[in-house]
């Protein structure tokens, strides 16, 4: 687990993030050759990605439906984009049974 920091702009971060600077301070990191060819690389891929080009009309019950937008309330989301997350996430094989009990 890394250090705490005495600096309290660090208290919003994770453990996983804290990880990371603690890397970055600690010069463990290593630059690429071509670091521009990389990152709009990576660019297009999140563009690519994060595009929502299709449109979908699903019915729901009017239940299901006030406890979705409960639900995005309170991960501060339109409740729009909390579908487009879980049905992601379900696709991609990034949603896992005990995340499935969750729903």
């Known amino acids: 687990m890394a250090p705490e920091h005495e600096n309290t702009k660090f208290d919003y971060i994770d453990d996983d993030e804290r990880e990371i600077i603690d890397s970055l301070e600690a010069d463990e990191w290593i630059s690429v050759a071509d670091a521009e060819s990389y ?6 891929i999140a563009r690519s990605t994060m595009r929502k080009d299709r449109r979908m009309n699903v019915r729901i019950s009017e239940r ?26 379900y696709v991609t094989g990034q949603l896992t049974e005990r995340d499935r009990s969750a729903i």
């Open 64 to 89: 299901d439906m006030r406890n979705l937008k409960i639900r995005a309330a309170e991960e501060g989301i339109p409740y729009q984009t909390l579908v487009t997350m879980v049905l992601h996430k």
């Open 39 to 44: 990152k709009a690389k990576a660019t297009e």
